[in-house]
């Protein structure tokens, strides 16, 4: 795997991670109770960028962690192929759970989450107030949705680990740039000033979207993932030896 | 309100009935304006006639649930701001 395809694979899966919506729903509700009790500008510019420091410290600490567990498992400069198919396994698996089950039926953009982290977040959201609760908060509503951001996480550490260091560190910085576009997106508009019901009207009126297109970009990462990986390797390798 | 009491039936019957608390309508009400940009004084306003309209409504009942509150309420929302009431009534539908 050459250098731009590594980094590009790293680019889909954080357009993947940016898809999912539980860190913008989080966000959105700190926002609404923040203005509805009358809190200042600042605070709430304040508020949003602790959350959104807080989501992007969380994703840095999960690459790295992942990056570190799994570079054990690798032996020499190339990826086991074994760990390439747990990864395009999984990349298959939440695909279908995505296009299945991410939003759950019914209005509003509620999440196919456990109910109980689901009422912890937007219990915290409300109790919400300075800078260190948004960042925690921010912690948590990414590591929420460990869940469906595991799959595209771990085919970007696999791409990364193999890396030269300085390519490594390139690799992390776009994962997690990219993985925030839309956070950060939510949050500029609503420091800007923008209305939180059309913000929400709008991720409600597209959720379907979304879902789909999270789901088959999933999809898509994982079958190329297995044909040049997992299939085509072996293949080469026996080319190579005859 | 003639100093009438009345009971809210609490939404899943986990936690118990408790009594009307106008107050704390008119402060939700005027969170959801409020975070819909809306000037104190017109929050203000808006959550005194939704209450009113509730409270009115309420008038033939003794006994109702937390979801018809929240229901007549975004109603009589929709007509001062739609958009404060999209957020008074999805509130709960965000995560």
């Given at each position: ?51 959104v420091a807080g989501a992007t410290t969380m994703t840095i600490l999960l690459v790295c962690a992942l990056g570190l567990l ?173 | ?71 007549i309420a975004s109603r009589h929302l929709t007509r001062h701001n739609p958009g404060a009431a999209y957020i008074y009534e ?6």
């Open positions: 795997m050459t250098e731009i395809i590594a980094l590009s694979i790293v680019c889909l899966a954080a357009l993947i991670h940016a898809s999912f919506q539980l860190s913008i729903s989080t966000l959105t509700l700190m926002s609404g109770h923040s203005i509805g009790n009358g809190r200042s500008h600042m605070r709430l510019v304040t508020l949003l960028g602790g959350f799994l570079s054990y498992l690798i032996v020499g400069e190339q990826v086991p192929q074994v760990l390439w198919a747990a990864g395009c396994g999984l990349l298959f698996g939440v695909g279908i759970a995505v296009w299945l089950f991410y939003y759950r039926r019914g209005k509003g953009t509620m999440l196919w989450l456990p109910r109980q982290t689901a009422e912890f977040l937007a219990e915290r959201s409300k109790k919400t107030k300075n800078t260190g609760e948004a960042f925690a908060l921010g912690l948590a509503s990414v590591f929420g949705e460990l869940l469906f951001i595991i799959a595209p996480l771990m085919v970007a550490v696999l791409s990364i680990v193999t890396l030269t260091p300085d390519m490594q560190l390139l690799g992390i910085v776009l994962y997690v740039a990219i993985s925030m576009i839309s956070l950060l997106a939510v949050a500029a508009l609503v420091s800007g000033g923008h209305k939180l019901s059309d913000i929400q009207r709008w991720r409600e009126a597209n959720k379907n979207f979304l879902q789909f297109a999270a789901g088959t970009a999933l999809f898509v990462l994982g079958f190329y993932l297995y044909v040049n990986e997992v299939l085509v390797t072996p293949v080469s390798t026996i080319g190579s030896m005859l | 309100m003639s100093g009438k009491v009345i009971d809210i039936v609490k939404s899943g019957g986990k936690r118990p009935t408790e009594t009307f608390d106008r107050v704390k309508l008119h402060h939700s009400i005027k969170a959801a304006c409020l975070s819909e940009r809306s000037h104190d004084g017109a929050a203000d306003s808006t959550a005194e006639k939704v209450c009113d309209a509730v409270i009115a409504w309420l008038e033939e009942r003794p006994e109702v649930t937390s979801h018809d509150i929240r229901r999805h509130h709960r539908f965000t995560i």
